[in-house]
């Protein structure tokens, strides 16, 4: 039987310090049938300069002189390829060297009984950002490992890494022209029932900025993809959700860990009487009534205990899911860096797509993002 022949499409905007150890691993990656696609949008002279130091047949480089946008020229990559089964991959990863085999033959072996198959992603962790989106990554692969496990379908993919067979890709019509292109894509997949497999055993690494600002404007902008996402597809969510709720509320709460503490505040607020009652004490106190300071503190500290209970109890719940998940998917776990992330990173991500939603939903004019960036 004559073997999958794998197109590999690589994009990138102007440059990016891990292209040329991505280009490495996959050049001297054992697998025969293969071809490499790398595009880059607006390149720089480092660019450039990679390019003249591959000289291997089955690379090809395109070039842009302007920003094309990720769905535009891999769909154009795509049409100009002749693989049997397309492997994404972003610029910013590497692969592992050590890699038991060929890691272009394990994603082959994955698709075999798959439509799609996305692979494992760890974050490099190289700043206390990167030990955050950590987390995060963990989050959405653990998500990706229920749906493949419990119903062999995925709704979102993460477009870092993932391969899809040619007359799938074909047959969904490729990337569209949105933010969300490869949760998009996803989407479609499982509307479609296409197979779906999460590839455990084999890891990318994922090299992210350190910069709080940029990470804040990429997750605006992810807000946002996310918020039209929701609009587009909601029915078929909420469909969806009735029919695979042990897998769909799992994912949710797992991707949102402030999820389930805002939706209780907003559905099961404090007891009103308890603060009418410490606002009416408070008020009296100022008038002179210096015995009502007992109540006033005892009524306070009811609220602020039944919230840290509240808090307490989510927090150590979401620690010892996210400790198995890690111990499942092999990933390191650090108990501090958990903690910053659930208490600092996963609130303000929350109210971006909290924010990104409101403005779709109710601002429409004011949404402005460019699909292509």
């Known amino acids: 039987m004559t073997p999958s022949k794998v ?4 994009p990138v905007y102007r440059e990016s310090d891990l292209l040329r150890p991505l280009l490495s691993a996959l050049i001297n990656d054992p697998y025969g049938e293969k071809e490499i696609f790398v595009i880059v949008d607006e390149p720089t002279v480092k660019s450039r300069e990679i390019s003249r130091d591959f000289h291997d047949p089955s690379i090809h480089f395109i070039f842009n002189g302007e920003r094309m946008g990720k769905a535009n020229v891999l769909n154009e990559a795509v049409s100009m390829s002749d693989g049997d089964i397309l492997l994404f991959l972003d610029g910013d990863v590497v ?4 890699v038991d085999g060929s890691f272009l033959g394990r994603v082959v072996e994955a698709m075999v009984g798959s439509d799609i198959v996305e692979l494992k992603k760890r974050i490099i962790r190289d700043s206390l950002l990167a030990r955050l989106v950590y987390y995060d990554y963990l989050s959405f692969n653990s998500s990706n490992l ?3 496990n419990l119903i062999g379908r995925c709704l979102g993919l993460n477009g870092a890494a993932f391969a899809i067979r040619r007359e799938v890709f074909e047959r969904l019509g490729g990337f569209r022209r949105v933010i969300s292109e490869d949760l998009d894509i996803g989407t479609r997949s499982f509307i479609m029932g296409y197979r779906f497999s999460f590839l ?6 994922v090299k992210v900025s350190s910069s709080w600002g940029q990470w804040l404007n990429q997750r605006k902008r992810w807000g946002i993809g996310a918020a039209l996402w929701l609009k587009e597809y909601l029915r078929e969510i909420l469909r969806n959700l009735k029919r695979y709720p042990k897998v769909l509320l799992p994912s949710l709460l797992l991707i949102l860990p402030s999820l389930p503490l805002f939706a209780v505040s907003i559905l099961i607020p404090n007891e009103l009487y308890l603060k009418v009652l410490s606002l009416s004490l408070i008020v009296l ?4 009534s210096g015995f009502l300071f007992p109540p006033i503190i005892f009524t306070s500290s009811i609220i602020a205990l039944k919230n840290a209970v509240a808090v307490m109890l989510n927090f150590s719940s979401y620690l010892l899911i996210f400790y ?8 390191p776990f ?4 958990f903690t910053l992330f659930y208490f600092i990173y996963s609130p303000i991500w929350l109210f971006i797509i909290i924010f990104s939603i409101v403005m779709v939903y109710f601002r429409r004019g004011q949404v402005k993002v460019d699909w292509k960036i």
Do not use: C, M
């Open 7 to 10: 197109s590999v499409f690589i």
């Open 95 to 98: 692969i592992p060297e050590d």
């Open 146 to 148: 229920l749906f493949s």
């Open 200 to 205: 455990e055993d084999v890891e990318v690494l």
């Open 285 to 288: 106190a100022t008038k002179g």
């Open 324 to 331: 198995l998940f890690a111990r499942k998917l092999n990933y």
């Open 334 to 337: 650090k108990p501090l860096d």
